[in-house]
T-cell receptor, first 114, second 112 residues
């Protein structure tokens, strides 16, 4: 099992550019989560999906952020346009069916917006 | 709305001594509680969970956690700390719909 795969590991971009982060969950998992980690705000839940359907996107900061899950094996988080305050580590996590299952995290994408 | 509180930003212990990392929670209904560990430049890794049953649950690397319903707490413990246990620890609660909320994390430092 390769675990949750995120790409890229690092992304440096200029303010105003579009950024797309990618995630491949573990096969058979039906929950997928996007989190953002910063020193100031800790680990924030942005959005989560169940069976490819967004369940709760109340943590998405603003309209510049969007997330999709077109199929069970792929999800994207897009920021357009990016701003310096978006700089953070973005984690994707997946879990097996049922709320009793633990989350499995990818190694994250470190985003720097200059 | 569910929430998790980790009252200590930092915990320092000497190697060989017992350690405790504190966590309290708030959730509607029965809680599903989890502890995770994060090492530098890595994602969070699952340590242990409480779903139901025995209040003392055992997990990876010799860690255990005690669930206390009346105090709404789920403290992480280890009888004898190792330097390699130094890391960032997160407590999390998950509701019946699957939403997972994390505390702010506690940095554990074990000194030789």
């Amino acid at each position: 099992d390769a675990g949750v795969i995120q790409s890229p590991r690092h992304e440096v971009t200029e303010m105003g550019q579009e950024v797309t982060l990618r995630c491949k969950p573990i096969s058979g998992h039906d929950y997928l989560f996007w989190y953002r980690q910063t020193m100031m705000r800790g680990l924030e839940l942005l959005i989560y999906f169940n069976n490819n359907v967004p369940i709760d996107d109340s943590g998405m900061p603003e309209d510049r952020f969007s997330a999709k899950m077109p199929n069970a094996s792929f999800s994207t988080l897009k920021i357009q346009p990016s701003e310096p305050r978006d700089s953070a580590v973005y984690f994707c996590a997946s879990s097996a069916p049922g709320a009793r299952s633990p989350l499995h995290f990818g190694n994250g994408t470190r985003l720097t917006v200059t | 709305a569910q929430s998790v509180a980790q009252p200590e930003d930092q915990v320092n212990v000497a190697e060989g001594n017992p350690l405790t990392v504190k966590c309290t929670y708030s959730v509607s209904g029965n809680p599903y509680l989890f502890w995770y560990v994060q090492y530098p430049n890595r994602g969070l890794q699952f340590l242990l969970k409480y779903i139901t049953g025995d209040n003392l649950v055992k997990g990876s690397y010799g860690f255990e956690a005690e669930f206390n319903k009346s105090q709404t707490s789920f403290h992480l413990k280890k009888p004898s700390a190792l330097v390699s246990d130094s890391a960032l620890y997160y407590c999390a609660v998950r509701d019946i719909e699957g939403k997972s909320t994390f505390g702010d994390g506690t940095t554990l430092t074990v000194k030789p």
